[in-house]
Structure formats: structure tokens, C-alpha cells
């Protein structure tokens, strides 16, 4: 277990690839029930009530997952998804599981100091999740990390233009 949290951490400071991960539908299905957990704990911690929090998290995981297993498939990669996916919600595990303080400093602080600097934390939080998926991306794609950040971008924006649509609201 520590040789995987360890993994993880160094995925997030860009010095892994998913290609290092076992192909495990395993530990694919472990890491995604972990990633629902974490995003459903940020949800509750920013306000929203559970079950609102889980559709959102279930609804955004199944839009990732989707868009990854069509890509992969369009360009004759499908055996890279049981990895990339893995990595890409370890990873969102890890941004997620740091994201509770600064939702938690947001959500109680009001109009504060404290939930100033827990936006700011947030804002910091997703532009290195960005580069992380970008990192992810252009290992699993065979492309540069400009492009894979560029991907990441696009993606995050669809997310939330998606989520919005669905659950209303950003």
C-alpha cells in the first residue's frame, strides 16, 4: 500500500507515468471507488448535500472515463486505458484528499481572510491538476506536455460546462 500511495505522489510531482502502473482491473476499481469517496467528502465539505454531491462526482468520473476509453480507441491505444485511468483517478485522489482543507477554510470562513486563502489554494490545487492530467495525457497519447496540458484544459472546461448543464450552476 505505501509503494502505491508513493506512486501516486510521484505521478503528481511529474516524475512517473501511468506505463509504471500494473494494468490491475483491481486496482483500476479500487482507486475509482477511492476517487468517488474523496470527491464526495470535497462536495459535502463545500456545501452540497450528499447525494447532490455523489451524482456530481459519479456523473464527472463517468464523463472523464468515457472520454479517455473513445480517445484511446480512435488512435488504436484501447489496452492503455485500464493504466491511464488509474492514474488519472489516483491522482485526482490525491488533489482531492488536499482540497478538503481549503474547501473546509472557503466554506466556514465566510467572507475572511481564511476563505481567501482557501480559493487561492483551490485555484493553485487545479491549475497543478491540470498539469498533472496534462502529464498523464501526453504519456498515454505519445504527444508533448504542452499538447497534454492543452487537453487537460479543453477537458476541464467541457467538465464544467457539462456539470453545470446537468446539476445547474458552476
Given amino acids: ?15 512517473r507515468a501511468p506505463q ?3 494494468a490491475s482491473d483491481t ?3 479500487l482507486i475509482l471507488i477511492a476517487d468517488v469517496a474523496v470527491g464526495v467528502l470535497v462536495g459535502v465539505a463545500s456545501g452540497l448535500q450528499t447525494l447532490a454531491s455523489a451524482a456530481q462526482v459519479v456523473a464527472e468520473t463517468a464523463l472523464m472515463l468515457s472520454l479517455l476509453y473513445l480517445a484511446l480507441g480512435l488512435v488504436g491505444h484501447p489496452g492503455r486505458f485500464t493504466q491511464s485511468a488509474t492514474a488519472l483517478l489516483g491522482s485526482g485522489v490525491l488533489i ?5 482543507a481549503p474547501v473546509l477554510l472557503g466554506a466556514l470562513g465566510g467572507d475572511t481572510d481564511a476563505a481567501a486563502l482557501g480559493t ?3 485555484l493553485a490545487l487545479m491549475v497543478w ?3 498533472i492530467n496534462g502529464h498523464i495525457l501526453r ?5 508533448g506536455l504542452g499538447q497534454g496540458i492543452g487537453i487537460a484544459v479543453v477537458y476541464e472546461l467541457l467538465a464544467i460546462v457539462t456539470m453545470s448543464a ?4 458552476l
Wanted: aromatic share 14%.
Fill in 1 to 15: 500500500m505505501q509503494a502505491l500511495i508513493t506512486f501516486f505522489f510521484e505521478l503528481c510531482l511529474l516524475r
Fill in 166 to 169: 446537468l446539476f445547474g450552476g
Fill in 129 to 131: 491538476n491540470i498539469a
Fill in 96 to 100: 482531492g484528499a488536499l482540497a478538503l
Fill in 27 to 29: 486496482l483500476f476499481r
Fill in 20 to 22: 509504471d502502473l500494473p
Fill in 120 to 122: 487561492l489554494l483551490l
Fill in 139 to 143: 504519456h498515454t497519447f505519445g504527444i
